[in-house]
């Protein structure tokens, strides 16, 4: 998974190592969908992705580091 929708968020997968440079960023908070802040994913609110410019960043982010992972066997 790289990006998906929940509701007005944009979840976006950035990995470990980006994870706390992508909390810095305007909009974005933990992934804590399951109760739990899941770490190498975060929420973005619209006021981080949007206009759509800002948009495309995060989803280019997140395909970029879905594609840096080994396959699935």
């Keep these: 998974m790289a990006c998906g929708i929940v509701g007005d968020d944009l979840c976006v997968r950035v990995g470990p190592d980006a994870y706390d440079a992508a909390l810095g960023k305007a909009g974005a908070r933990e992934m804590d969908y399951t109760g739990r802040p899941m770490k190498g994913m975060v929420y973005v609110g619209p006021r981080g992705h949007r206009p759509a410019p800002s948009r495309k960043a995060w989803v280019e982010q997140g395909l970029s ?9």
């Design 65 to 73: 580091y879905a594609r840096s992972l080994p396959p699935k066997t």
